[in-house]
C-alpha cells in the first residue's frame, strides 16, 4: 500500500520561501511518477509540479513555472518541493501524490501552507 507523508508546511511572507517533503513508502513497480497538488478553499485541486521517477524529467503547472522546483531523493525516498518567491495566491493545502504516467491515484493528507501579504 502506498504511504506518503507531508511536512515542511507552514507560514511564510509574500516573496518568502518553504520547502516542502514527502516520504514515500509502499511504491509498487507501476507507480513512476511523483507530484504535488495544491487545493485552496473553494477551489479545485491543481496539480502544481511532477516528476518522472525513472528520467527524473519534471513539469510545472502555470502558477508554478518559475518559482517551484520538484526534485527527488530516491535514497531517502523523499520527494521534495522548494517554493520561492510566494505570493498569497500559492495559500492551500498541498499534497504529495503517486501515479503511473502522470495520472496520480494516491494522495497523502496534505500540508497547509498560508502566505501572507
Known amino acids: 500500500q502506498v504511504q506518503l507523508m507531508e511536512s515542511g508546511g507552514g507560514s511564510a511572507q509574500t516573496g518568502g520561501s518553504l520547502t516542502l517533503s514527502c516520504v514515500v513508502s509502499?511504491?509498487?513497480?507501476?507507480?513512476?511518477?511523483l507530484g504535488w497538488f495544491r487545493q485552496a478553499p473553494g477551489k479545485e485541486r491543481e496539480q502544481v509540479a511532477g516528476?518522472?521517477?525513472?528520467?527524473?524529467?519534471?513539469y510545472y503547472g502555470d502558477g508554478a513555472k518559475g518559482r517551484f522546483a520538484i526534485s527527488l531523493n530516491q535514497a531517502k525516498n523523499t520527494v521534495s518541493l522548494q517554493m520561492l518567491n510566494l505570493i498569497p495566491e500559492d495559500t492551500a493545502m498541498y499534497f504529495c501524490?503517486?501515479?503511473?504516467?502522470?495520472?496520480?491515484?494516491?494522495y497523502g493528507r496534505g500540508t497547509q501552507v498560508t502566505v501572507s501579504p
Open positions: 509502499g511504491l509498487t513497480a507501476q507507480y513512476n511518477t
Open positions: 501524490a503517486a501515479g503511473a504516467w502522470g495520472q496520480f491515484d494516491a
Open positions: 516528476i518522472y521517477t525513472g528520467s527524473g524529467y519534471d
